[in-house]
Nanobody, 121 residues
Framework: VQLQASGGGLAQAGGSLRLTCAGSGRTFSNYAIGWFRQASGKEREFVTA????????NYVDSVKGRFTISRDNARNTVYLQMNSLNVEDTAVYYC???????????????WGQGTLVTVSS
């Protein structure tokens, strides 16, 4: 499956952005989708993931209560709603597709190109 992440940009601290991960090429609903991020000079970090059906999701502690992942399989799309942004959320955000919902990056087979989120104070 090919993945296209979009929706990044510049936001002020306390603001919101919504990222989109659009899939094509294979049956999108067959894949769990994860979001990861990588800040400059840091390792890639798990953010959140959602099951194929959209019923279950999990989050890294630092975004719980602020970020929400959802999916619309009819549109082959996963969304990441990010609220109450802070400067520590600044990173390139990547979506990835795999067989299971996991925080382990290596378990995902397909990756999008990334979208940059910059949060200013």
């Amino acid at each position: 499956v090919q993945l296209q992440a979009s929706g990044g940009g510049l936001a002020q601290a306390g603001g919101s952005l919504r990222l989109t991960c659009a899939g094509s090429g294979r049956t999108f609903s067959n894949y769990a989708i994860g979001w990861f991020r990588q800040a400059s000079g840091k390792e890639r970090e798990f953010v959140t993931a959602i099951t194929q059906s959209g019923r279950d999701s999990n989050y890294v502690d630092s975004v719980k209560g602020r970020f929400t992942i959802s999916r619309d399989n009819a549109r082959n799309t996963v969304y990441l709603q990010m609220n109450s942004l802070n400067v520590e959320d600044t990173a390139v955000y990547y979506c990835a597709a795999g067989q299971i919902r996991t925080h382990v990056a290596g378990a995902y087979e397909f990756w999008g190109q990334g979208t940059l989120v910059t949060v200013s104070s």
